[in-house]
């Protein structure tokens, strides 16, 4: 049976192959193809993907925390685990930036005009959006989805569960369940991704013509670049604190495989804590609490992802980078980089946070999402890297 991989992919051909017809033979008849099938089409998908981001999010954050056991040394890998994190998941999300702003893929496809979106309401300065995502009312964030007061109320929910003790259980045992629940849905929803990927390419494809496709590549060739650059830092920050960078990508090596083949942190898991044990010589204790706890939370593809996109689509719409905006996009995605889930199209269903946060325009993600499957698996990849290469700085910081 053919891979769901295989079946996007041949669904993002078709589509480009399908939109260059459509403008080319069939200009006339694009208005009403595109408005009352293309665009139905990948609208309702973009609805199903987006069904699950809120509790989503909101179950990821809960079981990454309180899955952690009581130990003495709980909170110290915690702690450390977490400095590790937010420094490098910062770099990461910078070289996102930076490699956008340098090669600029948005400018030049902009004057699209069937992708024009209605102009971006003017965004908050930093401190009244940094008021702004505390929520007021958990359930009103829950069904406004809100997803920055979503990410907030776990956080504080998780906080309470740790003060309540034993009587939590049953909550967490809810969650847990609910999450699982959640993940299954999503596999349900992407099988119908390779139809809801044709529809949003073809639709770009048929009305702006085959020239976005090639304005396209230097939006994936820029993601490929910030990916392998901060690979080649990884390597870097392994070789200075005295480790093999050669035998850590070695040890690891079918974890980061299985990672680039499935584009899910998730499934990847059990071989990323046996390479870890058995292949990289981690101690137990460290590779059970790390590995897990970053697979949880860590998400330097998704770093990259976010910060990219959202220059790429103000680039694409012409909205103007002011200090507030750029601020907007950096915490905002630091947020999502810490909560998107482990399965494959995680980081598309989580892009309307950060372009929310902005004030951009939501449009731009009918453009990538078509392209997505491309750098995912790259991204993946990025992910359990970062992962495995902070569970080797903790085990180093801890011997020392």
Not at 56 to 63: A, C, K, N
Not at 177 to 198: C, D, M, T, Y
Request: proline share 4%.
């Amino acid at each position: 049976m053919m891979k769901l991989s295989t079946k996007i992919t041949l669904g993002l051909i078709l589509g480009i192959i399908v939109g260059a017809l459509l403008n080319g033979l069939l200009p006339d008849h694009v208005g009403f193809l595109d408005k009352y099938i293309l665009t139905p089409i990948g609208q309702a998908f973009l609805h199903l993907i987006q069904f699950v981001v809120v509790p989503l999010v909101f179950t990821s954050l809960l079981i990454g925390f309180t899955g952690l056991r009581d130990s003495s040394k709980v909170g110290a890998y915690t702690t450390k685990l977490l400095l590790l994190y937010i420094v490098t998941s910062a770099v990461s999300l910078a070289i996102g930036l930076l490699t956008a702003f340098v090669l600029k893929p948005g400018q030049g496809v902009s004057g699209a005009s069937g992708l024009e979106a209605p102009k971006a309401e003017k965004g908050q300065n930093l401190i009244d959006w940094l008021v702004s995502i505390i929520p007021t009312n958990p359930f009103q964030a829950f069904a406004e989805a809100n997803l920055l007061q979503v990410i907030i109320s776990a956080v504080l929910i998780i906080i309470g569960i740790r003060l309540v003790g034993e009587k939590a259980k049953p909550f967490i045992a809810f969650s847990e369940s609910l999450h699982a629940i959640l993940e299954k849905i999503i596999g349900v929803i992407l099988r119908v991704a390779p139809i809801g990927v044709f529809a949003l390419i073809s639709s770009v494809i048929a009305t702006q013509g085959f020239d976005l496709v090639k304005k396209l590549a230097l939006y994936i060739i820029g993601l490929l670049v910030a990916i392998l650059v901060m690979m080649l830092l990884y390597a870097l920050i392994i070789l200075f604190i005295k480790e093999s960078p050669s035998r850590f990508f070695k040890s690891f090596w079918p974890a980061f495989s299985i990672a680039f083949g499935t584009a899910s942190s998730n499934a990847a898991l059990p071989v990323a804590l046996d390479n870890a044990k058995q292949g990289y010589g981690l101690k137990s204790d460290v590779a059970g609490f790390a590995i897990p706890f970053g697979t949880a939370l860590k998400r330097d593809g998704a770093g990259i992802l976010q910060g990219f996109n959202a220059i790429f689509v103000a680039q694409l719409f012409h909205v103007e980078l002011s200090p507030a905006v750029i601020g907007a996009i950096f915490i905002s995605a630091i947020l999502v980089s810490f909560s998107t889930a482990g399965v494959p199209g995680a980081g598309i269903i989580m892009m309307t946070t950060v372009l929310t946060a902005a004030h951009l325009p939501l449009e731009g993600i009918a453009l990538v999402a078509g392209v997505d499957r491309i750098t995912e698996g790259f991204r993946t990849m990025l992910n359990v890297v970062g992962n495995a290469a902070n569970a080797v700085i903790l085990n180093k910081w801890e011997k020392e």
